[in-house]
């Protein structure tokens, strides 16, 4: 059976990333998103919905979020879902947390004292304030080549 597992937030900080490092050396980034939702009730009037969301980043990404960002900066992410489970020392229970392992991520709005930036792939600036990830550009199809002028029967196999 196939299975697909992919997230994409975009929201603003909770609190400052949190940045720890293995025994390895491989860095690790907590951080918390608030994603909003603003719909309309039976009643009709306007209501938002809050999500509180768990992210874990890992290696140069992680690195790159807890040198740029802070509180309240807004931040797009895209990852996969992941559920950890533990039994709780002081209790005994079984505890479980759904959280997002960040796999890319993009920073939004404008830098500070400058205007936004665009592109793909990694921009490094030593005067800019903070580096972009994104996707590669997605690969097109290579043209079929032009048909004979000639009869196009010909050209079929069977």
Known sequence: MASYNKVI????????????VTPKGTAICQLGLAV???FKDESGATRDETTFVDIEA?????ET???????????????R?????????????????LKVVLENFQFVGAREGG???????EEVDQTAEA???????????????????GNVDEDVPF
Request: hydrophobic fraction near 25%; charged fraction near 25%; charge should be positive.
């Open 9 to 20: 937030l975009l929201g603003n900080l909770t609190r400052d990333p949190e940045l720890r």
């Open 36 to 38: 909003n939702r603003q």
């Open 58 to 62: 890992w290696g140069r990404q992680a």
């Open 65 to 79: 979020i807890s040198k740029y960002c802070t509180k309240g900066k807004p931040l797009f992410i895209e990852g």
């Open 81 to 97: 879902l992941k559920l950890d489970s533990w039994e709780d020392k002081t209790s005994g229970q079984k505890r479980s947390k």
């Open 115 to 121: 205007a936004q930036g665009g592109g793909s792939g």
């Open 131 to 149: 580096p972009r990830y994104s996707a590669p550009p997605a690969r097109r199809p290579a043209a079929p080549p032009p048909a004979s002028q």
